[in-house]
C-alpha cells in the first residue's frame, strides 16, 4: 500500500469486541487508518458474524450472520476487518457462497438479491503489507528501545480451505521494526489464548494465558503487542501472574508511533495492566 492524497474508501466491519470490550482498539484503529489514508466507512446496521459461538452450535446460522452483512454492504469497495476471528468467519462464509450452489440459493432466499462475488474481504495486515511506514514518521525511529513480544494467536491461521490465502505472520515484526522497536524470539507468538473459553472455562484459560505472559517475561519483553482485540482481554483479565505486563493493541502502539494520540488516558484506563509507566519511560507519551 501507498500513501495516496486521496484516501482510500473502505467498508468497515468492526465487530462486537471492538465495539464494546476493546473501545481502545477501535479509536486508535481509526485514528491510524486515517493517518494513513484509509476512509473507514462503517457498514451500516451490521450483525455480530457469530465468531466462536455461532459457528460451533449452528453452521447455518453461523452463515446466514455473516452473509446478511455482505449482502448489506455495497459494490465497488472492499469489506475491512481487523478481527481474526471475524476475518475468518468472513472468509470462511465468502470461500463457502463461492464454491456452493446450494448456499447461494439460500443466500437470494434469506436477503433478496444474489450473492456477489466481488466482494472482496481483506482483514487491516493485507491493507499494510507493504506499507512503508516511515514515510509516516519521517525516517524516525519513535519506537526505538522498546522491546515487546508479538502475538498473533492462533485465528490467522488458516484452515484447510483457506490455505492459499497469504499468511501475514511476520508482519508486526517487519512494521514495529521500521518504527525501531524489538521484537523477542518466543514460544507464544501463536498459541491460543482459550477465546471464547474465557466464558466457559476461565480455570483452562488462565493455565495457558499464564504461560504465554510467562514466556514473553522470560524472553524480556517488556510488553505483549497484539493482533486480536479478544486475545488481547484474554491475556489482561486471566493472567493471574504476580508479575504481569502491559498488553498492547497494535493500533495503539502504530497510532502513538505516527504520533497522533492524543486521548490516550481514555485508552489506557481501560487496560487492566497500566502502560504508561513503560510508555512514558520510553518517551511514547
Known amino acids: 500500500m501507498k500513501c495516496n492524497a486521496t484516501p482510500m474508501e473502505v467498508t468497515w466491519f468492526p465487530g462486537c469486541s471492538m465495539k464494546t470490550s476493546a473501545m481502545e482498539n477501535h479509536e486508535s484503529f481509526k485514528i491510524f487508518c486515517e493517518a494513513i489514508g484509509i476512509k473507514l466507512i462503517e457498514l451500516p446496521d451490521w450483525n455480530c458474524c457469530g465468531s466462536s459461538s455461532a459457528h460451533s452450535i449452528d453452521h447455518e446460522l453461523a452463515l446466514d450472520l455473516v452473509s446478511r452483512n455482505l449482502a448489506r454492504a455495497p459494490k465497488g469497495r472492499p469489506i475491512l476487518t481487523a478481527c481474526p476471528s471475524c476475518t475468518l468467519r468472513f472468509k470462511e462464509t465468502h470461500h463457502r457462497l463461492s464454491e456452493d450452489n446450494q448456499a447461494q440459493i439460500r443466500f ?13 474481504v481483506m482483514h487491516f495486515f493485507e491493507f499494510i503489507d507493504g506499507l512503508d511506514i516511515s514515510q509516516f514518521v519521517d525516517g524516525k525511529k519513535p519506537l526505538a528501545g522498546l522491546t515487546y513480544a508479538p502475538y498473533y494467536g492462533c485465528m490467522l491461521a488458516r484452515p484447510p480451505q483457506l490455505r492459499r490465502q497469504k499468511n501475514f505472520h511476520g508482519l508486526l515484526e517487519k512494521m514495529l521494526g521500521t518504527l525501531g522497536a524489538k521484537a523477542v524470539t518466543w514460544k507464544g507468538a501463536n498459541k491460543c489464548c482459550g477465546t471464547f473459553l474465557s466464558v466457559a472455562r476461565p480455570e483452562a484459560t488462565t493455565q495457558v494465558v499464564n504461560e504465554i505472559v510467562q514466556n514473553g517475561l522470560d524472553t524480556g519483553a517488556e510488553c505483549l503487542i497484539t493482533a486480536c482485540a479478544m486475545c488481547q482481554l484474554n491475556l489482561e483479565i486471566r493472567c493471574k501472574l504476580k508479575k504481569q505486563i502491559p498488553v498492547l493493541h497494535f493500533s495503539e502502539i502504530l497510532a502513538l508511533a505516527l504520533g497522533k494520540a492524543e486521548n490516550t488516558d481514555e485508552w489506557f484506563k481501560r487496560h487492566l495492566v497500566d502502560p504508561k509507566p513503560l510508555l512514558s519511560a520510553k518517551g511514547l507519551l
Open 108 to 120: 437470494r432466499r434469506q436477503w433478496g438479491v444474489p450473492f456477489d462475488e466481488s466482494k472482496k
